[in-house]
């Protein structure tokens, strides 16, 4: 034998194959992933950015001219910029180690006859694994028995109720037993089961870029390309006319200071962090930054069903009694109190056919209900959730479940299994007699052997509930009878029908409101559901999105196509793959997506959206792979932060409306200045100065201007519409014309009249930029207040610019001289042109 090689034994309990089979992977049970990229890599990636790098050419040209204290505020908004940009990327690897926690921690495995405890990433194929209730499923499994097993796939499938399973059945990784027991052989383990093929897509979704950074990096290049052109023509013509080499070179880097907003990236990294601010507040707490204002543009939302549009509980929303009267129940979570109205309207107390209708159903369940405690202020529900739906509507019918059955104690039962889909109890009467009770399926409780109603009555109960399933309701039909002999619970007849129970995940109170809310903003509301499809479209009309003769997009029919994504807008049977792909088609039509979700299976699909929303209560999973998470868990939150994301993307507009127009204003000084007599008309110290003057506190104060009046009541903009687009660029020449035509005029004045001509167009050209931010602000509604943030740094801002000729240490600093009393007042008079100018064309607009 050669000397590297050895000799292996199989673990204890492994055959030769599943050992080989435990070799040859990252660990039999493990999700595979790509290896994190390094540090210096994830930093390298994000300098890369046109916007980041539009900021670092900007702190070049400070740093050239040695004004330090511009160079550090730029250096430190490029480091807090990367600093987010590479937490985003840390995220994703986050999300994948979500699903390894989800992963049951043990597992109970059958090996050579001998039951034991692993750890479930120690589980390999052809396990034996045992379940019972409460156990987290470690592997895809098939079984080879099950008694009275039932398995919660919300967080796989997004179906609400529990599913069933019998022998020869798959249950898939990661889902929950929920009541009853089984056992069966490990098909598919790691990457290979359900679980890691949802990790295997959250790890290769990588989220795009936003709508404003897009945006913004066109402005940047656009704003680059301009500058270098316009700086080198200038540069050249003045050489070539025999100007000195330093003076023209002094002009060119003018220039460049002049057209590039330094303070822009600050301002908008301000105004989302305000945003931020305001959306956790109402209970939305972003987990990107850039997510702030995507909200705002977004034009579908994608939304999932159970726990995002319901309220995720199981609850009897109608019942029907055998005297043909129907009751709608109306009520939240597993609270007792609820309203109960009849084809009369509400009932004070329960007819006599409802409540015994409630006591059987309580009588026959092994659900309880939980009463608030300091750490749980929600009823809740322990056992099966369909039968705590039953317990609850007990209540709500004024039935005590625990004096019902202490009354009537169970003698025998028949439990609940997939062959006949029902459930028997035995009980006792307080007069000696005994009770059977049947709750089930209606095709197998409403049946000639089980109940001894007429054909024409087990028809009409039969049609009744075929109408109620109709409606999105899972039905359950419910039996009873009283009988002077011990029945045999396996073989129910005999019985007398006793109603008819219709339950389901019941929509939100506010959920039609908020999708009204959406319609309104011009925002297209789709449901996108593991759910079956009669379920789906029920939700969808009480939401308002779907009519009768409407399409409904079934999964099992296929991927839905671009033009499916437009038409339809309810898709049942979805699965992890397919709303990945849907998201993709809508994207792909130029639509900003966002997707709300709560479960494993929506993790690929937030990942993938231009922005993903999940619920707080939902699985960790889909938390990590969003970027927005809602605490309260409640879709009406997302309207709320839609209006807050325009507000946004308005204040950031309004902010490139003034700072442009003062940049394409010094742009026009410095070029139109020498052919009107003024030389150089600015020092590159003192162009720096005015811009950090009135972009700093003023554009900042700008972020926080109050949302415009209807912000709500318009059309998303144009994912393709430029951040100048909708008639911004012309504002900006507009207003950038009538401060340059101020400034040159009281430049070419004051140069004629021998008055220190460059510190008058310092002067001016500051206080005229601070004058157009008062006219740029938002419309204010009537008796809203103002922003005392704005004013008070208009007035700041103001007093510095005048210092700037008055205080010896900056006249030093900046090369300005000092001006009198007089001319500064003229100065500050013209000054107010502009501004003047600009409102008054707003107010001439609004009124036309």
């Known amino acids: 034998m050669a000397a590297n090689a050895t000799l292996r034994r199989p673990p204890r309990g492994l055959t030769a194959a599943q050992a080989a089979d435990r070799r040859n992977t990252d660990g039999p049970n493990s999700v595979s992933r790509p290896r994190p990229r390094r540090l210096a890599g994830r930093i390298g990636h994000q300098l890369t950015d046109p916007l980041v790098a539009l900021l670092v050419a900007a702190a070049a040209v400070t740093a050239a001219l040695g004004d330090v204290p511009d160079t550090a505020v730029i250096a430190l908004v490029v480091i807090v910029n990367t600093a987010i940009g590479v937490t985003q990327e840390v995220r994703a690897d986050h999300a994948i180690a979500a699903l390894d926690a989800l992963t049951a921690p043990t597992a109970r495995v059958v090996r050579d006859g001998v039951d034991l405890v692993v750890p479930a990433a120690e589980v390999v194929r052809d396990d034996l694994v045992r379940l019972e209730a409460g156990d987290v499923v470690p592997a895809d499994l098939a079984l080879t028995a099950a008694f009275r097993l039932q398995v919660d796939e919300s967080a796989m499938t997004g179906e609400s109720v529990p599913v069933g399973k019998a022998a020869g059945d798959e249950v898939q990784a990661g889902t929950v037993v929920v009541t009853g027991r089984g056992s069966g052989t490990v098909l598919r383990i790691g990457a290979g089961s359900g679980l890691g093929v949802i990790a295997a897509l959250v790890a290769r979704t990588r989220p795009g870029k936003t709508p404003l950074q897009r945006r913004l990096a066109r402005l940047g290049r656009v704003l680059g390309i301009t500058v270098v052109i316009l700086s080198s023509l200038v540069f050249a013509l003045g050489v070539a006319a025999g100007r000195p080499v330093v003076v023209m070179a002094v002009t060119a880097v003018s220039?460049?200071?002049?057209?590039?907003?330094?303070?822009?990236?600050?301002?908008?990294?301000?105004?989302?962090?305000?945003?931020?601010?305001?959306?956790?507040?109402?209970?939305?707490?972003?987990?990107?930054?850039?997510?702030?204002?995507?909200?705002?543009?977004?034009?579908?939302?994608?939304s999932d069903k159970t726990g995002t549009l319901t309220e995720g509980r199981m609850a009897v929303q109608r019942a029907a009694t055998p005297d043909e009267l129907e009751y709608v129940v109306v009520g939240i979570g597993y609270e007792p109190?609820?309203?109960?109205?009849?084809?009369?309207?509400?009932?004070?107390?329960?007819?006599?056919?409802?409540?015994?209708?409630?006591?059987?159903?309580?009588?026959?369940?092994?659900?309880?209900?939980?009463?608030?405690?300091?750490?749980?202020?929600?009823?809740?529900?322990?056992?099966?959730?369909?039968?705590?739906?039953?317990?609850?509507?007990?209540?709500?019918c004024g039935v005590d479940p625990q004096l019902e059955r202490t009354a009537w104690p169970r003698l025998d039962e028949h439990p609940f299994d997939q062959s006949n889909r029902r459930m028997v109890t035995v009980h006792a009467t307080p007069d000696g007699r005994f009770l059977m009770v049947c709750k089930g399926a209606p095709e197998a409780v409403l049946t000639g052997d089980v109940v001894t109603a007429g054909p024409a009555s087990l028809a009409a109960a039969i049609a009744t509930a075929h109408r109620l399933a109709g409606t999105g309701l899972r039905v359950v039909a419910v039996a009873a009878g009283?009988?002077?002999?011990?029945?045999?619970?396996?073989?129910?007849?005999?019985?007398?029908?006793?109603?008819?129970?219709?339950?389901?995940?019941?929509?939100?109170?506010?959920?039609?409101?908020?999708?009204?809310?959406?319609?309104?903003?011009?925002?297209?509301?789709?449901?996108?559901?593991?759910?079956?499809?009669?379920?789906?479209?029920?939700?969808?009309?009480?939401?308002?999105?779907?009519?009768?003769?409407?399409?409904?997009?079934?999964g099992d029919e296929g991927t839905p196509d671009a033009g499916t994504a437009d038409r339809v807008s309810v898709f049942a049977r979805t699965q992890p793959a397919q709303k990945l792909d849907l998201v993709a088609a809508l994207q792909q039509r130029g639509h900003i997506v966002a997707v709300t979700g709560d479960g494993v299976n929506d993790a690929p699909a937030l990942r993938r959206a231009d922005i993903g929303v999940a619920m707080g209560g939902g699985t960790e999973v889909a938390r990590q792979a969003a970027d927005l998470v809602l605490v309260d868990d409640n879709l009406a939150t997302v309207a709320h932060a839609v209006g807050e994301g325009r507000r946004i993307y308005d204040n950031i507009r309004r902010f490139l409306r003034y700072g442009l127009s003062g940049g394409f204003a010094e742009l026009a000084v410095m070029l139109a200045g020498p052919f009107l007599g003024l030389g150089v008309p600015l020092l590159p110290a003192q162009i720096l100065w005015v811009n950090l003057l009135t972009h700093g506190l003023p554009g900042v104060a700008l972020g926080a201007e109050p949302a415009e009046p209807g912000i709500m009541r318009r059309a998303p903009r144009s994912p393709q519409e430029s951040v100048l687009g909708d008639g911004l660029l012309n504002a900006v020449l507009v207003a950038g014309t009538l401060i340059a035509a101020v400034v040159l005029g009281?430049?070419?004045?004051?140069?004629h009249l021998g008055r220190p001509w460059q510190s008058v167009v310092f002067v001016v050209l500051g206080l005229a930029q601070l004058g157009v931010a008062l006219a740029v602000r938002a419309p204010r509604r009537p008796g809203q207040a103002g922003n005392r943030g704005?004013?008070?740094?208009?007035?700041?801002?103001?007093?510095?610019?005048?210092?700037?000729?008055?205080?010896?240490?900056?006249r030093g600093l900046l090369g300005t001289e000092p001006l009198d009393v007089p001319v500064l007042l003229l100065c500050g008079a013209v000054a107010t042109v502009p501004g003047i100018g600009l409102r008054l064309m707003a107010v001439r607009r609004a009124s036309g």
Do not use: K
Not at 790 to 810: D, T, Y
């Open 790 to 810: 704005l004013a008070a740094a208009i007035v700041c801002s103001a007093v510095l610019q005048v210092a700037g000729v008055l205080l010896p240490p900056l």
């Open 337 to 396: 109190e609820a309203e109960v109205s009849g084809p009369t309207g509400a009932c004070t107390a329960p007819p006599p056919g409802l409540a015994e209708l409630a006591r059987a159903g309580v009588l026959c369940n092994d659900a309880v209900l939980a009463a608030p405690t300091v750490d749980s202020p929600l009823w809740t529900a322990v056992g099966d959730p369909l039968e705590a739906a039953l317990v609850t509507f007990a209540t709500r």
């Open 482 to 554: 009283y009988l002077t002999e011990a029945p045999d619970p396996a073989v129910p007849s005999g019985l007398s029908y006793a109603g008819l129970l219709g339950i389901g995940d019941p929509v939100r109170a506010n959920a039609a409101a908020t999708a009204r809310a959406f319609a309104d903003a011009g925002i297209r509301l789709l449901l996108v559901t593991g759910d079956h499809p009669g379920t789906a479209a029920a939700i969808g009309h009480r939401l308002g999105i779907w009519q009768a003769g409407d399409a409904v997009a079934h």
């Open 255 to 302: 220039l460049v200071v002049a057209a590039v907003p330094e303070s822009l990236p600050a301002v908008v990294t301000l105004a989302l962090a305000l945003g931020a601010r305001r959306m956790a507040a109402a209970h939305a707490i972003p987990r990107r930054l850039a997510a702030v204002e995507t909200l705002g543009s977004v034009t579908v939302i994608a």
């Open 746 to 751: 009281a430049g070419v004045t004051a140069y």
